[in-house]
């Protein structure tokens, strides 16, 4: 039977799995190699690269946002440029959430910080989006000060760098 590879960004999906990296190279090259026929052992439908790099940005997307606002239902996140700085400050930051459209001084300025106090820190996605998990209108920063939601947070939105931009996103 031929099917097609979907994503699973939970691990949870019944049946045969296989991790791939979330890198647009890395995707083409399964494509272009066969790569999901030999992880599946059965025939797979081709997909193209384009179509599986957008589910995963996709499906990636909402995992993050999912986990951001389960941190701060936990009352594991400072949100805010005010209160990820007081964060940062007394070291209760653990990564660092930028909205990618916020301020470019802001988020250079917050970045440098970050760097400064070896703090993780990303902008995966607009601040409209980031606060919509948090039942905020726009936000452009968050802290998570949990280690084990930063360090799930962190790998979520190095996966989504490696990923290309959506179309909502610009």
Do not use: H
Not at 18 to 39: D, K, M, T
């Amino acid at each position: 039977t031929e099917g097609a590879p979907c994503v699973d960004v939970r691990q949870r999906a019944p049946g045969r799995g296989a991790w791939l990296c979330p890198r647009r190279n890395c995707i083409e090259q399964a494509v272009r190699r066969g790569g999901f026929a030999r992880a599946f052992k059965r025939n797979v439908r081709a997909e193209s690269a384009e179509r599986i790099e957008q589910e995963m940005r996709r499906a990636t997307e909402i995992r993050t946002l999912d986990r951001l606002g389960l941190a701060r239902r936990a009352g594991a996140v400072a949100l805010g440029i005010e209160q990820v700085r007081r964060a940062m400050r007394v070291g209760s930051a653990r990564f660092v959430c930028l909205a990618d459209d916020a301020a470019e001084g802001t988020r250079e300025q917050l970045a440098q910080n970050c760097e400064r106090k070896a703090i993780g820190y990303a902008a995966p996605m607009g601040g409209e989006r980031l606060a919509r998990a948090v039942g905020q209108d726009y936000i452009s920063a968050a802290a998570i000060t949990d280690e084990p939601f930063a360090s799930e947070l962190e790998a979520l939105c190095t996966a989504l760098n490696g990923l290309g931009r959506s179309k909502r996103d610009g």
